[in-house]
């Protein structure tokens, strides 16, 4: 039997370099039987604490699951352990892959280790330890609830070991971690490992973000006072732009962010520049994070054609060997059409680009040759710095702007701490940089306020769901299946925030009392009397309210009238003047036509961008297909708009303003005798009134504050709870349980249990309606991609159904969905998003044994890294088809299909993603 602290000290001998203090108190805490939770920054070496977790696990002659959010990181760490152990002691499970599975130490991405614990798995006994590596992704609002479902299945007796970026609620978090898993250490350490200094490229010139760097703590942390040097040089190149610009005043009409006046002539240094300056200040190898997939190749492009090159002859040989070793398997057919010797040709010189379109093979030779110092220049989506590890020594940012999905939003302090976290390779440099580059949009105080912050809280994302509820009822009575739910992060954050209510509540009653008394009155009942000055009130705002809804709905009507080439005015504000409609929109409560103004400006209105009915002034011929986000098309059309002698009209105020609602308020029968009965109320002539009135309003207001401040508190008071009551009531409308006493799990719920998909719920109804019997195995393939797949916002969709079992099988998976989707409007539950079927076409040829250059052409224009990532999205869901569907025809289609598309690029990157 070991003595305290001795596996931790023959732990540390092992390792090239001593623990860190966090690293220290960590390990301690694990081998003294508590659970840690440790947030450290990026490159820190949290996973040192993990990796004595197995350490321990494999003194005891037991096992250690080491978990990871993606393919790629559980690959990564298995490689290590592996290096670190061998390969009869490592095993490998990602869902696609399977390598020594029996292994005392597995490494596997978080939803296996979710699947084996609803499935009650035998490889789960005899574990003593598991590692779940970036646990703050219970925040991903697609994935997150694995992590949380993972934390509460655990048996007790088994050690968590939760890694995490710094976040600024971990208390919060380990008070959770507490109170579900035990006794738990958390160990916050804010201090990186190699300082960061912060930047900003102005013209060709690399400045200091802040002052001159000093004894007094890391670079950035809490500093808001600026670099003199700086400002002064942002100054004089403001004043160098302003003296191009003949006839414009810099002041008041624009602001910091450039929004205002004409549009600036500063042209930024160009990418092949920038990597020049950072070469010769020694700032390389560099990442450039670039929000955009097509920006990252055309910067590769752009310094490949101005003849950067950042490696030596003998670099270059090494390159060709390392490419030759990760592509050497694939189809040379394939490698053509992939632009492979362009793609050879930048990284021989040391550049390369990294992003989620490019293939597997691709981006993992990238990631090889950065990490071995021979690209010095990557240009990277922001999916980089998810945890590969590909550190640099500097990180460069274009922009502080990226967009979320629906707009172009600010980096958040959590966002630009993530990216710029990847600076500074432990063991190898001694600071890392951060770069931003500036431009007259760009204000250094907003670049210090993201230095400076490091607010990123930990937000639960956890919901029940269809597939989440049968697994729980299987091995749970309802009433612990709840109490289960209610045990989860996301329930004790918002507990944690109905103790805040409470106590406005508390607060509020308190005052409610201290009022009491304040509205007696000799004359009569003030109560009556207050009550009669608030109807009078509220009747105002109804006519009021009357008045502009109905406006409302008549310039609503109007819009919906509009058609395609209708040439409106909008009467005010920014986007005042001339406009065409490119797409009406016929939904009559809320339309918002997609228009394009004469100043090149495109979006949808709205009916509360009018005063008016609109009418359409004139109208111009549009082609058939407008892509309004390209530059040269807003061109042409505002060019039209101009030439064919549209201009703005006056505005708004044709008809007087409030002449109709004065008019009507004034002539109401309600409102006049509401009116006459406050006249002859006996309160009205009380000397004291007006302070009554005061009194009984603040009283008034608190009691609808109270009252709302209640309904919000019973609403989440088990709220989970109450969601999962209404999936169950859906599920055993649907006959996935039998409802009577505790809910039973059915032969059907069997199969829904098995079925791990965001539209669980429609796979499992269209296997149960055999709905996809009889089909080939392509066709197969295609149906099952139309629940899988989902179309980026600005991708066309392919539609093209190759064969009539499959559209009527599409056909009839989309009525499905429209079923459930009834239902779940009726339960008041999320809806499960609708099949798309731009990726049919593509999976189809490609599971008929088409070459690769066909089967991207049917995937109109999806990057060849997309169409392997959702072709091994479709084998995900084949495969649970292989096993669960109850027919046996549907389960040889789906093993033939995998068999089909597991071939060429596919086939050589299941491997390694």
Not at 83 to 94: M, Q
Not at 512 to 539: K, N, V, W
């Amino acid at each position: 039997m070991s003595t305290p602290a001795t596996e931790v000290a023959a732990f540390a001998a092992q390792l090239p370099f001593p623990l860190d203090p966090f690293q220290l108190r960590a390990c301690e805490a694990l081998e003294a039987g508590h659970g840690v939770l440790v947030c450290a920054p990026t490159g820190a070496g949290k996973t040192i604490v993990g990796e004595f977790a197995v350490h321990l696990a494999l003194q005891a002659g037991r096992k250690c699951f080491y978990t990871t959010p993606i393919k790629a990181l559980s690959n990564q760490k298995f490689h290590d352990l592996v290096e670190r152990y061998d390969r009869d002691t490592v095993g490998l499970l990602t869902g696609d892959q399977s390598i020594n599975s029996d292994a005392p130490i597995v490494v596997m991405t978080t939803e296996v280790l979710r699947n084996m614990l609803y499935a009650g798995s035998d490889r789960l006994r005899g574990l003593s330890h598991v590692v779940m590596d970036e646990v703050h992704f219970l925040a991903d609002r697609f994935r997150g609830a694995v992590w949380e479902e993972v934390i509460l299945h655990l048996a007790d007796d088994v050690a968590l070991v939760s890694l995490s970026a710094t976040v600024s609620n971990a208390e919060e978090f380990g008070s959770w971690m507490e109170t579900v898993r035990g006794d738990t250490t958390v160990i916050v350490d804010e201090t990186r490992p190699i300082p960061l200094w912060q930047h900003m490229l102005v013209g060709r010139r690399i400045l200091d973000l802040f002052p001159s760097r000093s004894s007094d703590g890391p670079p950035g942390r809490g500093q808001r006072k600026l670099n003199p040097d700086l400002l002064s040089h942002i100054r004089k190149r403001l004043a160098i732009e302003d003296a191009e610009r003949p006839g414009h005043r810099r002041g008041g009409s624009r602001d910091r962010r450039g929004r205002g006046g004409p549009p600036s002539r500063y042209r930024p240094p160009s990418r092949p520049e920038v990597i020049t300056q950072l070469d010769k200040a020694g700032l390389l190898p560099a990442i450039t994070f670039i929000f955009s997939r097509a920006g990252c190749d055309a910067a590769v492009g752009q310094c490949v054609r101005s003849g950067l090159t950042l490696t030596t002859e003998d670099e270059a040989t090494r390159v060709r060997e390392i490419i030759e070793r990760h592509t050497g398997e694939l189809p040379r057919a394939d490698l053509r059409i992939l632009g492979y010797e362009q793609w050879c040709t930048a990284l021989e010189r040391g550049i390369a680009a990294h992003h989620a379109g490019m293939l597997p093979a691709f981006r993992h030779t990238v990631e090889e040759l950065f990490v071995n110092g021979l690209v010095k220049a990557v240009f990277a989506t922001e999916t980089l710095a998810l945890g590969i590890n590909m550190p640099a020594r500097s990180v460069v940012l274009e922009r502080l702007v990226k967009f979320n999905g629906d707009t172009h939003a600010d980096l958040t302090p959590g966002e630009y701490t993530q990216l710029t976290g990847r600076a500074g390779r432990r063991g190898i440099d001694i600071e890392g940089h951060a770069v931003v580059l500036w431009e007259p949009s760009v204000d250094p105080d907003m670049v210090a306020g993201l230095a400076s912050t490091r607010t990123f809280p930990l937000r639960s994302s956890f919901a029940p769901g269809y597939n989440m509820a049968v697994n729980l009822l299987r091995h749970l009575p309802a009433e612990e299946a709840r109490a289960l739910l209610e045990r989860s992060f996301a329930q004790f954050q918002t507990d944690r925030n109905v103790v805040g209510v409470s106590r406005a509540i508390e607060r509020n009653e308190r005052e409610l009392q201290q009022l009491e008394g304040g509205t007696d009155c000799h004359l009569g009942d003030f109560a009556e009397y207050a009550a009669l000055r608030r109807a009078i009130s509220e009747r105002e705002r109804e006519l009021k309210r009357g008045a502009t809804g109905e406006k409302r709905n008549t310039v609503a009507e109007s819009l919906v009238r509009l058609r395609r080439g209708d040439v409106i005015t909008v009467p005010a504000g920014r986007r005042a003047g001339p406009a065409v409609v490119l797409e009406p929109d016929r939904e009559f409560a809320d339309p918002h036509p997609l228009v394009m103004t004469s100043g090149g400006w495109s979006g949808r209105l709205s009916p509360r961008d009018f005063a008016d009915p609109v009418e359409a002034v004139g109208s111009i011929r549009l082609p058939r297909h407008i892509d309004f986000r390209d530059a040269q098309v807003r061109r042409d059309i505002a060019s039209t708009l101009r030439n064919k002698g549209f201009v703005p009209s006056s505005g708004p105020g044709k008809h007087g303003k409030h002449g109709k609602k004065r008019g009507g308020a004034t002539h109401d029968r309600e409102l006049a005798r509401l009116r006459r009965e406050l006249k002859q109320h006996p309160c009205h002539d009380c000397p004291d009134r007006e302070e009554h009135a005061r009194v009984s309003e603040r009283s008034h207001r608190l009691a609808v504050e109270t009252q709302r401040l209640r309904t919000r508190m019973d609403a989440a008071s088990s709220s989970l709870a109450r969601t999962f009551d209404r999936i169950v009531e859906l599920l055993a409308e649907r006959a996935y349980l039998e409802p009577d006493g505790d809910p039973v799990v059915t032969e059907e719920g069997e199969w829904l249990r098995r079925i791990y998909s965001e539209s669980d719920l429609l796979v499992a109804e269209a296997l149960r309606r055999g709905i996809w019997k009889g089909l080939a195995p392509a066709e197969l393939a295609g149906v099952v991609s139309s629940v899988v797949f989902e179309a980026r916002r600005d991708a066309t969709v392919a539609s093209a159904m190759p064969t009539g079992p499959l559209r009527r099988a599409i056909a009839d998976t989309q009525r499905i969905w429209e079923e459930i989707q009834s239902d779940e409007i009726r339960h008041q539950l999320p809806i499960t998003r609708e099949p798309d079927t731009g990726f049919v076409h593509a999976i189809y040829v490609w599971a008929q044994g088409a070459p690769l250059l066909d089967a991207l052409l049917a995937a109109n224009e999806i990057p060849p890294g997309d169409f392997v990532r959702w072709c091994r999205q479709v084998l995900d869901l084949l495969e649970q088809l292989r096993i669960v569907a109850p027919d046996a025809q549907v389960r040889s289609s789906a093993g033939k299909a995998i068999a089909a598309i597991k071939r060429g690029v596919v086939s050589i990157d299941a491997t390694t993603e």
